[in-house]
T-cell receptor, first 115, second 111 residues
Framework: GAGVSQSPSNKVTEKGKDVELRCDPI?????LYWYRQSLGQGLEFLIY????????KSGLPSDRFSAERTGGSVSTLTIQRTQQEDSAVYLC?????????????FGSGTRLTVV | SQQGEEDPQALSIQEGENATMNCSYK?????LQWYRQNSGRGLVHLIL?????REKHSGRLRVTLDTSKKSSSLLITASRAADTASYFC???????????FGKGITLSVRP
């Protein structure tokens, strides 16, 4: 597709359950980023994939969070044993090269609600 | 940690007026970018200004960068109701190329 695609767009889950969020970046974009945005807040960096390099996981808030990117394309963010504080909009972005030269293209996000 | 801090937090203007939004940051950068977010949607990249540039234009947008003051401003001229959105500045320090975003400015343009 022409843009960054995220699924599902909305997810309601019970506390303690695991969830998987999917991101399909723009074809040919080598860099992929995950951020989360809590209500009325800015974007909090989670993880960054660049080509075949080891991902930058420095933003993951706990070991309940993990992400992978298969074949340099689709990425899945997994949250295990969800907590209410995990409720947020999870945004994925991709870029061709690095942000030094190009801006990010964002998906519309997945709104996660933990009840 | 928050690198970019925008101000004001909220701005309400009349259609046709100019809107000025400011961003300050703490550490040296390679570039600074501005994004717009309409309610319930992802962010849209507006403009990128490099650390060796002082001013850049794109349509009704004008961005300035003062690296000595570690600040940037985004000016939207002749605002329209459709400009109503949240605006974020983001800084790129270049080391590992992830952007650090501020908390955003909510702009309301009254028709």
């Amino acid at each position: 597709g022409a843009g960054v695609s995220q699924s599902p767009s909305n997810k309601v889950t019970e506390k303690g359950k695991d969830v998987e969020l999917r991101c399909d970046p723009i074809s040919g974009h080598t860099a992929l980023y995950w951020y989360r945005q809590s209500l009325g807040q800015g974007l909090e960096f989670l993880i960054y994939f660049q080509g075949n390099s080891a991902p930058d996981k420095s933003g993951l808030p706990s070991d309940r969070f993990s992400a992978e990117r298969t074949g340099g394309s689709v990425s899945t963010l997994t949250i295990q044993r969800t907590q209410q504080e995990d409720s947020a909009v999870y945004l994925c972005a991709s870029s061709f090269g690095t942000a030094f030269t190009y801006g990010y293209t964002f998906g519309s996000g997945t709104r996660l609600t933990v009840v | 940690s928050q690198q970019g801090e925008e101000d004001p937090q909220a701005l309400s203007i009349q259609e046709g007026e100019n809107a000025t939004m400011n961003c300050s940051y703490k550490t040296s950068i390679n570039n600074l970018q501005w994004y717009r977010q309409n309610s319930g949607r992802g962010l849209v990249h507006l403009i990128l200004i490099r650390s060796n540039e002082r001013e850049k234009h794109s349509g009704r947008l004008r961005v300035t960068l003062d690296t000595s003051k570690k600040s940037s401003s985004l000016l939207i001229t002749a605002s329209r109701a459709a400009d109503t959105a949240s605006y974020f500045c983001a800084t790129d320090r270049g080391a590992n190329s992830k952007l650090t975003f501020g908390k955003g400015i909510t702009l309301s343009v009254r028709p």
